[in-house]
């Protein structure tokens, strides 16, 4: 306890010393250059004792611990905590949860003001007269009549074709049909050519012929199976030329009864489109009544929608000034309140160092947080900081924030 007390006393005598050496310097630095000069060679005047005693006072009581005693009803209010670096004006205490839910409040309204302000509502405008449904044109079919006689006159040219190509179509076509005959008789020849041969050579073998003959018959019995082979291809080819033939005209009599369907239903089309012409025209004409009637009654809708749009717009106008002046009251209330929320700022610079645990009554909390500073705790070092003794209080054992190492800055 006593080697504290010499210590800070010691201190106490050196802050003394910067002090006066700070004051007379000020009054140096207001001097001219060669004034300075002389200062220096010159033997300083000495201050008396009472005028250092002053400036020790001063010093002592600029440097003095602070002591802030805080009640609060959340301990989390508090913003500091021991070795914390504080300026003057910096927060202490401050009930920053229901600020913030306060301000958001207070940003909420301010947006729905100013959504509301920068709605435009349009007043509605008089409905202009409904125009006049314009008469129905003279009634006229003189298209779908000339499409039935076109459709007409084309069955009719259907018809008579049919009627022409009917019975040639119905049967072989001559040339094809010749050209096959031609083809099978040639072939009969050649086959019975081969037979006379054969039965040549088969009694020149009886007879024992000399084989020179019976090779040249030989080789000439081949000669007319070539032949023969050829006049199979042949009948052949006029088969199919017949048979093709055959498919074409059957075809073609297709093709002219697809003709009289193809007209028929060309016929049976127009004479719908001419009844449905008519069936439209009756439409029309039952439509432009209808619209009649609703034009009329357009109209009087029409008046009466104006009439409903125009209180509406003058209970809209009511109702946004109405809102507007519940908002303007809400903000106010919200402003009025974050007002009232106690801050605590630190009065001067220097360090947190100490906070008494917190005492809790009635639903408040209280404590005292002792502030020091910043040239009294470097004079002291970094480790006397938050060990010296305050001469205005009475020593108590340290709390939980008291023993807590600090943080080097």
């Known amino acids: 306890m006593n080697a504290a007390r010499t210590n800070f006393l010691i201190n106490v005598g050196v802050i003394g010393a910067m002090a006066l050496f700070f004051i007379l310097g000020g009054k140096s630095r207001n001097v001219e250059k060669p004034a300075v000069a002389e200062a220096v060679i010159q033997t300083p005047s000495v201050p008396d004792k009472e005028e250092e005693e002053q400036l020790t006072a001063s010093v002592l009581q600029r440097n003095r611990p602070l002591r802030i005693n805080i009640s609060v009803d959340d301990p989390s209010f508090l913003k500091v905590k021991v070795g914390d670096e504080i300026k003057a004006g910096d927060i202490i205490s401050d009930n920053s949860k229901e600020r913030e839910r306060l301000e958001r409040q207070k940003k909420s309204i301010k947006l729905q003001i100013e959504n509301l302000t920068s709605k435009t509502l349009i007043a509605p405008t008089p409905p202009p007269p409904t125009p006049l449904i314009r008469s129905l044109p003279p009634s006229a079919f003189e298209e779908e009549q000339a499409n039935i006689s076109q459709a007409e006159l084309k069955l009719k040219q259907a018809k008579a074709v049919l009627a022409s190509r009917f019975k040639l179509l119905t049967t072989d076509n001559p040339e094809r049909r010749a050209e096959f005959e031609k083809a099978g008789a040639t072939f009969a020849i050649a086959s019975q050519k ?216």
């Open 194 to 409: 081969i037979q006379e041969q054969e039965q040549m050579i088969a009694a020149m073998n009886d007879m024992k012929m000399q084989s020179e003959i019976l090779q040249h018959e030989q080789s000439k019995l081949k000669q007319l199976q070539s032949e023969l082979d050829q006049a199979q291809s042949a009948v052949d080819q006029a088969r199919a030329k017949l048979d093709n033939s055959a498919i074409l005209q059957s075809q073609e009599l297709e093709q002219l009864k697809t003709n009289i369907s193809l007209a028929e239903s060309e016929l049976s089309v127009a004479k719908s489109r001419l009844e449905a012409a008519k069936n439209r025209r009756q439409m029309q004409e039952y439509q432009a009544s209808v619209e009649e009637n609703k034009r009329i009654q357009s109209e009087t809708q029409a008046r009466q929608d104006y009439e409903r749009a125009r209180l509406q717009y003058e209970e809209a106008l009511r109702n946004k000034e109405y809102q507007l002046a519940q908002l303007n009251i809400s903000l106010t209330s919200i402003e009025d309140k974050i007002a009232e929320i106690p801050v605590i700022r630190s009065p001067k610079n220097g360090y947190v160092k100490k906070v008494k645990p917190w005492l809790g009554k009635d639903g408040k909390y209280s404590t005292t947080i002792t502030i020091v500073s910043n040239n009294f705790s470097s004079k002291n070092g970094g480790s006397d900081r938050f060990n010296s003794t305050d001469n205005s209080s009475k020593s108590t054992t340290p709390s939980k924030a008291d023993s807590k190492p600090t943080n080097p800055r």
